[in-house]
């Protein structure tokens, strides 16, 4: 059973940045799908990026593209989820996700695909 293991988040002004880290451990495969997702208050849990290792090309929600990256170190078995210019709508429970194979493009935006879960970190953007 993978185990996923996040830290990271925190409170931050607008404007500023944050990383997510998210380590995992267990029977890990060397063909993988890290993927990040976030929950606000009273919404619904939304794609925010993902990518496969090897040769994958990430992708990011619209709201995050160009401010947000996502990065994996195969040595640590940990993926990072970069999050620049913060806006207080990024503010939310963020939580990694992760498949013990390479996903399809078309299915890295839905959850219901990443087998494992990290425990969520919360991140509150200060306006």
């Known amino acids: 059973q993978v185990q996923l293991v996040e830290s990271g988040g925190g409170l931050v002004q607008a404007g500023g940045s944050l990383r997510l880290s998210c380590t995992a451990s267990g029977p890990t495969s060397s063909s993988q799908t890290w993927g990040w997702f976030r929950q606000a208050p009273g919404k619904e849990r939304e794609f925010v990026a993902a990518?496969?290792?090897?040769?994958?090309?990430?992708v990011f929600a619209d709201a995050v593209q160009g401010r947000f990256t996502i990065s994996r170190d195969s040595r640590k078995n940990t993926a990072y989820l970069q999050m620049n210019i913060l806006k207080p709508e990024d503010t939310a429970v963020y939580h990694c996700a992760y498949k013990n194979s390479r996903l399809i493009l078309s299915e890295l935006r839905d959850g219901d695909n990443y087998g494992y879960w990290g425990q969520g970190t919360q991140v509150t953007v200060s306006s």
């Open positions: 990518n496969r290792w090897p040769s994958g090309s990430p």
